[in-house]
């Protein structure tokens, strides 16, 4: 079985770690100290060696990200730290916040001084009250302190951090979406290019990184590059914290190695509840493509997801059981996506209403066979047809389920059952039998 390894989560346990006094007796603003030391292109360097790859969904290199940013800009250059957490299944950004927010402020201030950065704005959701009151408590600490403000630590680098509140729409996790609604206005994803790296907030070049992210930057100046890099597998380095919901006896945040089989998280999430057999498994946020139960020895890395058609997006495992009605999940997934479109593109806003309004009618027994190749077109038409990934994010799952699962949908359109309004999994779901493959 995996073995929990604890970089990110190493001090999340400590009584009152989210303080900077207890912080800093675990080791905290050390790193920030030795970076200082360090030239910007120093630090740039030494994170392109970790190969840290962002943890918000795409997996792109974080270095390789601050290095697109252009050293001189006639304007001011910003970090938004993207604490949206929006992605259904994904938590663990609020653990990182909630637990040890000063390692994120560390983080962030070691990347704000390697490309040059004096503002930094956390973008956090809404609804996460309690996550956003400890941060503002740890970043009111850390100004008092000298480790935030006007030149900090003595030297000569100025980084201020501001908490901004979402209003809790989910495209606002998308990078550009996110800084439309930063700068005030409807969070509405913007035409790329220009990259934010180059036109972002204010006009100002501008990076935008997960909380997981820049969580990892002090500990890769705490122990070097190359011990960062050996963790993991090629190319998908570190750990992750994977959370893990649905039908387990553990449900929670496990951080493993990046690579490790899911199979393997599952049995540290206690297993399946009841003893019962899975069904289907989304690996990385509920627009993950589901993975069947052969698949469940696939490591999980943004690598070996992606090379079976999955992703490992944001690292939110959700575990269905075989009770499970996968007629109810798609329906109420392409309920959350029609829902949180932000209606620019065409492709997005008529396709996946259309999507949810098909699924919607075969949940009510109304559906006709032919649905599942109408529901697979309108998806291949919305698919890299839009601005932003979200419609992406609603085409890839209902792509992923009826061609993994057709046999189901299938059955339960032939049966004319009536979901409606009942469970998706467990006592009172609806149950179809599904014909044995052939
Ligand atoms: C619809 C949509 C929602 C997203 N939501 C989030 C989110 O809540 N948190 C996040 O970090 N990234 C989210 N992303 C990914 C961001 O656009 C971006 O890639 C990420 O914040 C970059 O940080 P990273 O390189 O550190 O991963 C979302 C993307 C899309 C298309």
């Not at 935030?148 to 495209?171: M, P, Q, S, W």
């Not at 057999?277 to 993950?288: L, N, Q, R, T, W």
Request: aromatic content about 6%.
């Amino acid at each position: 079985m995996a073995e929990i390894m604890k970089v990110v989560t190493r001090n999340m346990d400590v009584p009152d770690q989210h303080t900077i006094a207890v912080a800093m007796q675990n080791g905290a603003y050390e790193q920030l100290k030795k970076a200082l030391e360090m030239t910007p292109d120093a630090i740039i360097e030494e994170v392109k060696k970790s190969g840290l790859r962002g943890r918000g969904g795409a997996g792109f290199p974080a270095g390789l990200k601050w290095s697109f940013v252009p050293k001189q800009a006639p304007k001011p250059k910003y970090m938004c730290v993207n604490a949206d957490e929006g992605e259904p299944g994904t938590f663990k950004d609020r653990v990182i916040m909630s637990k040890d927010p000063h390692l994120l402020v560390e983080g962030i201030l070691i990347a704000c001084y390697a490309i040059g950065i004096r503002d930094a704005y956390i973008y956090i959701r809404g609804e996460f009250v309690e996550p956003a009151n400890i941060l503002q408590k740890a970043i009111d600490e850390a100004y008092e302190k000298g480790f935030i403000g006007e030149n900090i630590l003595g030297k000569d680098f100025t980084c201020h951090i501001t908490v901004h509140r979402g209003a809790g729409a989910y495209v606002c996790g998308e990078e550009t979406g996110l800084i439309e609604s930063l700068e005030g206005k409807r969070g509405q994803p913007r035409l790329k290019p220009p990259f934010p790296a180059v036109v972002g907030a204010f006009q100002g070049p501008t990076v935008v990184n997960n909380v997981e992210t820049l969580a990892n930057v002090p500990r890769i100046f705490e122990h070097g590059a190359d011990w960062f890099a050996a963790i993991g597998v090629e190319k998908n380095s570190g750990t992750r914290l994977f959370g893990i919901s649905g039908h387990v006896n553990k449900p929670g945040v496990y951080e493993l190695p990046m690579g490790t089989p899911i199979r393997e998280l599952i049995e540290l999430a206690g297993g399946v509840r009841g003893g019962r057999k899975i069904k289907a498994v989304v690996p990385g946020g509920s627009s993950a493509p589901a993975l069947t139960p052969d698949q469940l020895d696939t490591q999980m890395s943004f690598d070996a997801l992606g090379a079976i058609g999955s992703m490992g997006g944001s690292g939110g495992v959700i575990v269905m059981d075989e009770t499970t009605n996968l007629v109810c999940v798609l329906t109420r997934l392409l309920e959350f996506y029609a829902h949180e479109s932000c209606g620019q593109c065409t492709p997005c806003r008529e396709g996946v209403a259309w999507l949810k309004k098909i699924m919607q009618r075969i949940r009510r027994g109304q559906g006709k066979i032919e649905d599942i190749d109408l529901m697979l077109e309108v998806a291949g038409n919305i698919m890299g047809n839009t601005l932003c990934p979200l419609g992406d994010a609603a085409a890839m799952p209902t792509r992923g389920f009826l061609t993994k699962f057709r046999a189901e949908f299938e059955a339960f359109i032939k049966s004319g059952a009536n979901a409606e309004g009942t469970p998706m999994a467990g006592e009172g779901a609806v149950q179809v039998s599904v014909p044995a493959a052939e």
